[in-house]
């Protein structure tokens, strides 16, 4: 399985268009208003190869389906506590649903049952103070007791100093179900502005 790359918390049209030249897999765009990456703006064309991903924390049916009318999103990401019967309506009726879940040491990996058959993916990131974005990692390790077939992203602070880590964790056999590396707040001049040049090594490095 070729490791997937998504980019989260995209904001401005050009440097979206910047970023959407190194080719990565899917963008992120975050429809939460207290965050600082808050997407108000108009999405600009992307190669259609590129997977746009909403990112919604809380929010409403009626909400979600707007917005992925609006912008022509491919999959939505829900951050918050979303219900498994919200996951699957979304799933069933809109696009696919990727369920994100923040991780420490605690995590009981017995949450996931109730959501492994009502989305399409789950991304696994760091417990912190917001629900994204918080620019820290969680101990990788702990993902031995993920025992479920649900591909997943990996998510939460990865950078470039994180490169050789990234590398040494996919060869894990507890690592196979890693569909993708989920980038953020390591590559951003300011929250929702990224530096090209950051990602592009990223991207060469890890591929």
């Not at 077939?149 to 990865?158: H, T």
Request: aromatic share 14%; with cysteine.
């Amino acid at each position: 399985m070729v490791l997937k790359i998504k980019i989260c918390g995209m904001k401005h049209p050009e440097n979206i268009e910047e970023i959407a030249l190194l080719q990565p897999d899917y963008m992120g765009f975050i429809f939460y208003e207290k965050s600082a990456r808050y997407f108000q703006n108009t999405i600009p064309t992307i190669d259609n190869s590129i997977q746009k991903v909403g990112v919604f924390v809380n929010a409403s049916y009626a909400e979600i389906e707007e917005k992925v009318n609006h912008y022509k999103l491919d999959l939505v990401q829900l951050h918050g506590e979303e219900t498994p019967e919200l996951c699957h309506e979304i799933e069933n009726n809109l696009v696919k649903v990727i369920k994100a879940f923040s991780l420490d040491n605690e995590f009981n990996f017995n949450r996931l049952e109730f959501y492994k058959n009502v989305c399409s993916y789950f991304l696994l990131d760091t417990k912190g103070k917001q629900y994204g974005g918080n620019g820290i990692t969680f101990d990788w390790r702990i993902l031995e007791k993920y025992s479920l077939d649900k591909p997943y992203f990996l998510s939460g602070g990865i950078g470039m100093e994180n490169i050789k880590d990234v590398k040494e964790f996919l060869q894990k056999e507890y690592a196979k179900n890693c569909y993708g590396i989920d980038l953020n707040s390591k590559f951003e001049i300011e929250p929702g502005l990224k530096n090209p040049e950051l990602v592009k090594e990223f991207i060469q490095n890890i591929k």
